[in-house]
């Protein structure tokens, strides 16, 4: 039987340091358990932040970096290190800094990879990448859009319907409009989903996610559990 919780802290800056507690934590135990942890990314201003204290966090030292796995929830079909790749600021942020195994880092492709700017493609390439069945998430983090998006998955747009484990998303209504996203399936598929937001433009959509509405972020839903990660302003209109 699958939980959510709704865990509100005061600020930005409180959630990001509180995320990146809990996240090393996940991954010292899921290492514990299986050897390696697997960990599914988000990008956003608040996964930046999270990634940020990440790397501030003492605990972070008694991860074996060597053995995580990390895949992205969706990518902004930009070249290679283009700075608006979520890639690109997650390196920034924390990854540059981390003894990874780079076989273990699952980038989504970038539009000058080797499907050139063929978004389906990179999208099927991502699909080889993740394998079947599906690798075990232990913890798969969303940011929320002020329209209720989650990864890619924009309300009302074809995305959404995607079958398989990723699909190319085209005219998304916020920029880039090519994108790469995982599956709706897919981000069910995990262990754990985090909802991570900050701010008073996120209030309405999650408002709205907690009394019903049927928004991308009301199905991202985890097998185990499913954790609301906000800080005050983001949860004001949760009734
Ligand atoms: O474009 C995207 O936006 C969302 C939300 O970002 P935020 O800056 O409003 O927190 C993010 O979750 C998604 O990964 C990203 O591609």
Redesign the pocket.
Known sequence: MSETVVVVVPDADILASTVAARLAIKIIDAQAVHGTASVVL???????KVLHAVRELPASAAIDWSRVDLW?????FLPSGDPDR?ETQAREALLDKLPLDPSRVHAMPASDGPDGDDAIGAAARYIDELGSPLPRFDVLM?????DG????LFPGHPGLQAEGSAAAVFD?P??PPT?V?LTLSTIQSADEVWL????P??AKPIGAVHAGAHLPAASATGVRRTLWLLDRAAAAEIR
């Open positions: 988000t990008g956003g201003r608040v996964a930046a992205w929830g969706d990518e902004r979520n969303l940011g929320v859009g002020e998006h989650v990864a890619s998304s916020k920029p994108r996203t991570i937001a900050a701010g433009d996120k």
